[in-house]
Antibody, heavy 119, light 110 residues
Framework: EVQLVESGGGLAQPGGSLGLSCAAS????????MSWVRQAPGKGLEWVAN????????YYVDSVKGRFTISRDNANNSLYLQMNSLRAEDTAVYYC????????????WGQGTLVTVSS | QSVLTQPPSVSAAPGQKVTISCSGS????????VSWYQQLPGTAPKLLIY???RRPSGIPDRFSGSKSGTSATLGITGLQTGDEADYYC???????????FGTGTKVTVL
């Protein structure tokens, strides 16, 4: 059974940093593109970033470029999102998701982890 | 501000049919595969349709997808109370080099 379990969410101050993790199991992690998708309270879905199987390609939504870094550790079946220079508008539930390719659909999602940016 | 536009809400009685539109452009829907996601209250999104019109294993054939030009449509037949949820379209945008989601549509079963 495919499982994606996010962790690392919590409260951060504006301008601060936070790191998210996603533990994957039940599939060959190194065979898939992975993404982070977020959802602000009461709002719609927003794709944040994705990363190729070997980490050689990464894409980001404009609003996080230069502040967020996506990475992965295939040996430990883990996906990461390092978030720096956090802003109030980064407050959201962050989901880890698996896709069949850079441009393809998200077939499996984690349960999400809440990030709150507030002083 | 999403580049994919959906109606804010649609509704119908149990057993009836609803359709949800998703309007985009040549840089997204026009040249890339469209997917549809269902998000039940308080839960993570779930993939309903991928590659414009294909259903993942376990998704009933009451759900269907289609694409024409720069628009896509999700259809739900035999509406059930359990279908009350938010629905999102999504696709890659070649100009933005990023994945984009629609604005979301709330389905209400009357």
């Amino acid at each position: 059974e495919v499982q994606l379990v996010e962790s690392g969410g919590g409260l951060a101050q504006p301008g601060g940093s936070l790191g998210l993790s996603c533990a994957a199991s039940g599939f060959t992690f190194s065979g898939y593109w992975m993404s982070w998708v977020r959802q602000a309270p009461g709002k719609g879905l927003e794709w944040v970033a994705n990363i190729k199987q070997d980490g050689s390609e990464k894409y980001y939504v404009d609003s996080v470029k230069g502040r967020f870094t996506i990475s992965r550790d295939n040996a430990n079946n883990s996906l990461y999102l390092q978030m720096n220079s956090l802003r109030a508008e980064d407050t959201a539930v962050y989901y880890c998701a698996r896709s069949g390719g850079a441009t393809r659909s998200f077939g499996f999602w984690g349960q999400g982890t809440l990030v709150t940016v507030s002083s | 501000q999403s580049v994919l536009t959906q109606p804010p809400s649609v509704s119908a009685a149990p057993g009836q049919k609803v359709t949800i539109s998703c309007s985009g452009s040549s840089s997204n829907i026009g040249n890339n595969y469209v997917s549809w996601y269902q998000q039940l209250p308080g839960t993570a999104p779930k993939l309903l349709i991928y590659d414009n019109n294909r259903r993942p294993s376990g998704i009933p054939d009451r759900f269907s997808g289609s694409k024409s030009g720069t628009s896509a449509t999700l259809g739900i037949t035999g509406l059930q109370t359990g279908d009350e949820a938010d629905y999102y379209c999504g696709t890659w945008d070649s100009s933005l080099s990023g994945y984009v989601f629609g604005t979301g549509t709330k389905v209400t079963v009357l």
